[in-house]
């Protein structure tokens, strides 16, 4: 566990959009880049890789159910967080809903961060399948707006999500020790 400077961030970011492109250019099919809404400092840690793993592995479940057909994953590992990425032989529009219900319906949903990418270089949005923007779960406005803003400490979002991830994992321990 260690802290990440602003600057490795912004490069991950960087490196994140490569990724894709290549990804894209590759396989000309829907990309899924799955990464953790993390707040603060730090990154990685066994917790938050227990969380990117529960994602992962829902999002294959319900990827496996719609009947589409996973093409190629690549898992990246580093300081600035987990990084996922999937390409899906279906369309976007269908890929991203399938994304859009995970991040809604899942107890660490608010955690997840799905993007999803079309052949076309495209990021598919939430309102492009008639969704709503997703909400801040400290103040219930768009998330977007409030981390564009800065409008809450990264303490606070914090707080909230480590509550969310220990009440999900009690919960999977009691349903393993009965
Ligand atoms: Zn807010």
Do not use: W
């Amino acid at each position: 566990m260690r802290v990440v400077t602003q600057m490795e961030i912004l490069e991950s970011r960087e490196m994140r959009h490569e990724k894709q492109n290549l990804m894209i250019d590759r396989f000309k099919m829907t990309l899924v880049s799955f990464t953790l809404n993390i707040p603060g400092e730090v990154k990685a840690s066994p917790e938050y890789r227990r969380v990117f793993e529960t994602g992962m592995h829902e999002f294959l479940k319900r990827i496996n159910r719609e009947r589409m057909q996973l093409i190629n994953k690549e898992i990246v590992i580093k300081d600035t967080g987990y990084e996922a990425y999937c390409i899906i032989d279906a369309s976007a529009l269908k890929v991203k809903s399938v994304t859009s219900d995970l991040e809604e319906e899942h107890k660490l949903g608010r955690i997840f961060d799905f993007d999803v990418i079309n052949d076309q270089y495209e990021t598919i949005r939430r309102a492009d399948i008639g969704m709503k923007q997703r909400v801040c779960v400290i103040c219930g406005d768009n998330t977007a707006v409030c981390r564009r803003l800065n409008r809450h400490f990264a303490s606070q979002v914090e707080k909230v999500f480590k509550h969310s991830i220990d009440e999900f994992f009690n919960e999977e321990q009691k349903l393993l020790g009965q």
